[in-house]
C-alpha cells in the first residue's frame, strides 16, 4: 500500500505542555502500519503522545493526523481506532460483557452486532469465562484484559496501546503478544508503549524512544535488540518455593544468577535470553505445578539498560 | 435516514453519512446507560432522602391538622382548600422548588461530567465515536429524565399528603377541577425548573473542579432575584418560574411581582437561556481533556 497521508499517523511539530511542565516537545513522527513501540522510562511522555494521538489531550503546538482524520474529530476517529489505556476504572457496577456492549452500542451498533462483536472481542483476550462477572471484582490481568477487548471490539484499523502487557502473567503475555502480531499481520498500526525493552524486542517492527519529552530516536527494532543482547535482562519472581524453583533455574544455560530474596518468598533471575528463559519457566512451573504470585522484570535494571541506550545514543552525537 | 438504515451502514460509513438520525441513536445509547447510572446508583440514594422530605413534612402537617380540633370545625373546612393551596404555595416555593429541586438538581447535574471524572471513567465515553456535543445533550437529557421524575413523584406526594388532611372532600377538590390544574401546573414548573437548573449545574459541573462554592452563590442569587433590578432578574431560572406560580403570594420573596412575566414569554425565554447555557457547555466540553491527576 502506497504511504500516503491517510495510511500514516503524523505528529508535526508537535509540543504539549501542563502548564510550565513539559509533557512532549517538537515530536516530528510519521508511523506507518506495523507494531511500532514507544519507548522509554516512566514520565517519559509515552503516555502524553497517545493521549495527543487520541485527542484526550490538545497539543499546545503541531498537528496530528491519524490516517489522515484529525484527533478532534471523535466521530470518525474513534470508528478506525481502538485505545486501550492506562486508566485502571470503569464504568460502576458492569460486568466484562455489558462494558463492551455497551461501548459498542454508544458506537451505533445494533443490538445484534454488539452482542456479536463483544463475544468476538471478549474471546479474543480470553475473558469469555469471566465475562459476565462485575469488572469491579477482576484481577488486574482480567481488568487489563477486559480494556484490551474493548478497544479491539469495533475491528479498528488503528489501536494504541499503553503498556497493554501490565498485569499479565507470562502465559497470558505470550497469548496477548502472538493476539498482537496476529493483528499486525491484518495490516493494522498498531502503537504500543512499554518501558520494558525485552517485550518490545519480542513484538516490535518499529521502535520509538522518548525521553523527558524528546524523541531521541526512531527506526527499525533490530539495532535496539542487539544493543540490548549484550545485557542480560533482570527478572523478579514471587512465589510458594522460591528455593526449588532456584535450584531448576541454575541448570539453565541462560541464567547468569539467581538468587533468594531475603523474605524468602521470591527470586531474582539475570538472564542472557529472556525469552529462553520464559519458555523453560513456563514449563517447570507447570510441570511441577507451583503457584506463581508474579513475575516481573525488575524496572531498576530496564530503566538502567534504558539509560544505557540514551548513553550510547548521547555518544553517538 | 431511518435508525434501521443507519445500522445497515458499515461503521466507517455510519459517521460520514448517518448525520442527525446517527446523533438520536447514540443520544439513546447514553440515555440507556446515564437515567440507570441516575435513578439507581448509589449517589441517588441522596436525591431520593432530599425528594422524600416535603413529602414527610406534608404528611406531618396534615396528621397534625387531622388530629387537631380545627378540623372537625365545620367553618374552618370551608376554608381548608384555600389554607391549604396557600400553605403548599408557601411549601412548595421555599422547600421545594428552591431547596428540594435545586439542590437535587445541583448533584445530579453536576455529577453527570464531575462525578465522572472524579470516578476516572469520563474516557469512557471520550473514546468513543460520539461527538462531545452529543454527549453533552445525551447526558443532560439523561439527567432532565431523572429529575423529572423524582421531583414530580415529590410533588405529588407532598401535594396529595397535604390535602389528605381535609379527607375525603379535599381529595375530591385536588383530583378535579381547579386543585388537578393547579396539580398540573406545580408539575410543570418543577419540570422548567430541572430544565433550567439542570443545565446551569452541569455547566458549573464542567468549569469548575469543586463545585460547591458555586452552587451556593446561584443558591443566594436565586434567593435575592425578588431584590434584583429588572436585567438581572432576567439571569436566574426562578424569575420564570416565578409569574407561573397558580396561587399567588402576597408578600415577601415568594410574592408575584406586579406585572409577571407572562407564561407564554416565561417558558421560551426559560428554554433559550437554558439553550445559551448548554451551547457553553458544549463549547467547555470540546476543549476538555482527560487529566485525572490532582482530583
Avoid at chain 1, 532456584?246 to 521470591?266: C, I, N, P, W, Y
Wanted: charge should be neutral; aromatic fraction near 10%; proline fraction near 4%.
Amino acid at each position: 500500500m502506497a504511504e500516503t497521508d491517510d495510511n500514516l499517523i503524523i505528529f508535526d511539530n508537535v509540543s504539549k505542555f501542563y502548564g510550565e511542565i513539559l509533557g512532549v516537545n517538537r515530536v516530528n513522527l510519521k508511523i506507518s502500519a506495523g507494531i511500532t513501540s514507544l519507548v522509554g522510562p516512566n514520565g517519559s511522555g509515552k503516555t502524553t503522545l497517545m493521549n495527543l494521538m487520541t485527542g484526550l489531550l490538545q497539543p499546545t503546538r503541531g498537528k496530528i493526523s491519524v490516517l489522515g482524520i484529525s484527533p478532534y474529530n471523535p466521530e470518525q476517529l474513534f470508528r478506525r481506532l481502538g485505545y486501550c489505556s492506562q486508566f485502571d476504572s470503569f464504568p460502576r457496577g458492569v460486568t466484562g460483557r455489558e462494558l463492551i456492549r455497551s461501548f459498542l452500542t454508544v458506537h451505533s451498533y445494533s443490538k445484534t452486532e454488539a452482542k456479536e462483536l463483544t463475544h468476538k472481542a471478549l474471546e479474543r483476550v480470553g475473558l469469555l469465562d469471566a465475562a459476565d462477572r462485575k469488572v469491579a471484582g477482576y484481577s488486574k490481568g482480567m481488568r487489563q484484559k477486559a480494556r484490551l477487548a474493548q478497544s479491539i471490539a469495533h475491528n479498528p484499523r488503528v489501536l494504541v496501546l499503553d503498556e497493554p502487557l501490565n498485569g499479565l502473567d507470562p502465559m497470558a503475555r505470550a497469548e496477548v503478544i502472538g493476539l498482537f502480531r496476529s493483528l499486525a499481520s491484518e495490516g493494522l498500526h498498531l502503537i504500543i508503549s512499554s518501558h520494558i525493552l525485552h517485550e518490545v524486542d519480542m513484538m516490535s517492527d518499529n521502535v520509538i524512544l522518548v525521553s523527558n519529552g524528546y524523541v531521541i530516536a526512531e527506526g527499525n527494532v533490530r539495532g535496539v535488540r542487539e544493543e540490548i543482547e549484550e545485557r542480560p535482562a533482570e527478572i523478579v519472581i514471587r512465589c510458594q518455593y522460591p528455593t526449588a524453583l532456584a535450584s531448576k533455574v541454575f541448570t539453565m544455560d541462560s541464567v547468569v544468577e539467581a538468587r533468594l530474596h531475603k523474605d524468602q518468598k521470591g527470586l531474582f533471575v539475570k538472564t542472557k535470553d529472556a525469552d529462553k528463559f520464559y519458555l523453560m519457566f513456563n514449563k517447570l512451573v507447570i510441570e511441577n505445578d507451583w503457584g506463581i504470585e508474579s513475575v516481573a522484570p525488575a524496572d531498576d535494571d530496564l530503566n538502567a539498560v534504558y539509560q544505557y541506550l540514551i548513553g550510547t545514543e548521547g555518544e553517538g552525537r | 435516514m431511518s435508525s434501521t438504515a443507519i445500522e445497515a451502514l458499515q461503521p466507517e460509513e455510519k459517521a460520514e453519512n448517518a448525520g442527525f438520525a446517527l446523533w438520536l441513536h447514540q443520544i439513546q445509547a447514553i440515555l440507556k446507560l446515564e437515567v440507570k447510572k441516575n435513578l439507581w446508583s448509589l449517589r441517588s440514594i441522596l436525591i431520593y432522602l432530599l425528594a422524600f422530605l416535603p413529602v414527610v413534612i406534608c404528611l406531618l402537617i396534615a396528621l397534625t391538622v387531622f388530629l387537631t380540633s380545627a378540623a372537625g370545625d365545620p367553618g374552618w373546612r370551608e376554608e381548608f382548600a384555600q389554607v391549604m393551596a396557600k400553605t403548599f404555595t408557601f411549601i412548595y416555593n421555599g422547600l421545594i422548588l428552591r431547596t428540594v429541586v435545586f439542590f437535587g438538581c445541583a448533584w445530579i447535574f453536576m455529577n453527570l461530567f464531575r462525578g465522572e471524572v472524579v470516578d476516572r471513567s469520563l474516557h469512557y465515553y471520550f473514546l468513543c465515536p460520539v461527538r462531545r456535543e452529543v454527549l453533552v445533550v445525551g447526558k443532560y437529557l439523561s439527567g432532565l429524565i431523572a429529575s423529572t421524575i423524582i421531583f414530580s413523584l415529590a410533588t405529588i406526594g407532598s401535594l396529595f399528603f397535604l390535602y389528605l388532611a381535609g379527607y375525603p372532600s379535599s381529595i375530591n377538590y385536588l383530583v378535579q377541577g381547579v386543585g388537578l390544574r393547579h396539580a398540573g401546573i406545580y408539575v410543570g414548573i418543577t419540570i422548567l425548573a430541572c430544565v433550567g437548573y439542570g443545565s446551569f449545574f452541569l455547566l458549573v459541573g464542567l468549569l469548575f473542579r469543586n463545585p460547591i462554592l458555586p452552587a451556593l452563590a446561584l443558591f443566594g442569587w436565586e434567593w435575592i432575584n425578588y431584590l434584583l433590578p429588572p436585567l438581572l432578574k432576567k439571569i436566574s431560572v426562578i424569575h420564570y418560574l416565578h409569574s407561573l406560580n397558580p396561587v399567588p403570594m402576597d408578600e415577601g420573596p415568594f410574592a408575584v411581582l406586579a406585572e409577571p412575566t407572562p407564561a407564554w414569554l416565561a417558558i421560551p425565554g426559560l428554554l433559550l437561556l437554558t439553550i445559551v447555557v448548554l451551547a457553553l457547555a458544549c463549547w467547555k466540553i470540546r476543549l476538555a481533556e482527560i487529566s485525572y491527576s490532582g482530583e
